[in-house]
């Protein structure tokens, strides 16, 4: 296995195990696939590449290999976040000198965002008496 195959594993099964994360869907990077192929005089089997069926990249800067975390159903957005960058830090130290990850969409300012909108405008809207 080569080391690019063996960062995108150890990086995809650490998201999976991330508490909420229902799966992890890749993009990018090559696919490998069991052959066998018949010969009847032995019986081989070999890793081959897979078809490829998308190709990612970020900035325009290249080729990447991308994993979107999926939360489960009925699961704290916030809480899955936290705890994705948490499996993510226990691998940096792990991943080969160069390779780094890149979070490119992190809800969680968002998150806190329209929390805090929310506070303002009950704030605003509510008795004086109700406000704590």
């Known amino acids: 296995m080569k080391m690019d195959d063996r960062v995108t594993l ?3 099964f650490a998201v999976a195990k991330a508490e909420g ?3 992890v869907a890749s993009l990018g990077g090559f696919v490998k696939q069991y052959s066998v192929v018949v010969d009847p005089r032995r019986l081989r089997v070999e890793l081959v ?4 069926r998308g190709v990612a990249e970020l ?4 080729e990447v290999v991308s994993g979107i975390a999926v939360q ?3 699961q704290n ?3 899955v976040i936290e705890n994705v960058k948490a499996r993510l830090a226990e691998i940096l130290p792990s991943l ?7 979070p490119v969409y992190d809800r969680s300012d968002l998150i806190y965002r329209a ?3 929310l506070k303002r405008t009950l704030h605003r809207v509510l008795p004086a008496d109700l406000h704590p």
Not at 49 to 52: A, G, I, L, T, W
Not at 59 to 62: I, L, P, R
Not at 96 to 102: A, D, H, N, Q, R
């Open 115 to 117: 929390i805090d909108t």
């Open 96 to 102: 080969p000198e160069g390779t780094s990850i890149v």
């Open 77 to 79: 957005a916030l809480s």
């Open 49 to 52: 590449p897979d078809e490829r």
């Open 10 to 12: 150890d990086a995809r």
């Open 72 to 74: 489960r159903y009925g």
């Open 21 to 23: 994360v229902a799966e």
């Open 59 to 62: 900035n325009g800067e290249g």
